[in-house]
Nanobody
Framework: VQLQASGGGLVQAGGSLRLSCAASGRFFSRYNMGWFRQAPGKERDFVSAISRSGGSTNYADSVKGRFTISRDNDENTVYLQMNSLKLEDTAVYYC????????????????????WGQGTQVTVSS
């Protein structure tokens, strides 16, 4: 599967953005999907993940209540709605796919994801 993230940009603190990740290839509905982010000089950290059907989601504590992950399996796309953005949300955001032939909970570690998109920059200004 190939992943293409989009929707990043410059936004003021308190604002919102919606990221999209379009997947090409077959069997999108058999992948758990995740979002990670990497700020300059820092590790790539988990943000959120969603199961194949969308029935199970997982969030980092730092974004709970502000970010919402969703997916449209008919459109082969996963979304990350980001509200109440803070300066510390500034990072390059990456989407990732984890092949889940059997149903499993969406993971929160980088090693669980086999496929990665190119990233989209999110910059939050004061």
């Amino acid at each position: 599967v190939q992943l293409q993230a989009s929707g990043g940009g410059l936004v003021q603190a308190g604002g919102s953005l919606r990221l999209s990740c379009a997947a090409s290839g077959r069997f999108f509905s058999r992948y758990n999907m995740g979002w990670f982010r990497q700020a300059p000089g820092k590790e790539r950290d988990f943000v959120s993940a969603i199961s194949r059907s969308g029935g199970s989601t997982n969030y980092a504590d730092s974004v709970k209540g502000r970010f919402t992950i969703s997916r449209d399996n008919d459109e082969n796309t996963v979304y990350l709605q980001m509200n109440s953005l803070k300066l510390e949300d500034t990072a390059v955001y990456y989407c990732a796919a984890d092949w889940a032939i059997l149903s499993k909970a969406p993971g929160s570690t980088r090693s669980e994801y086999e496929y990665w998109g190119q990233g989209t920059q999110v910059t939050v200004s004061s």
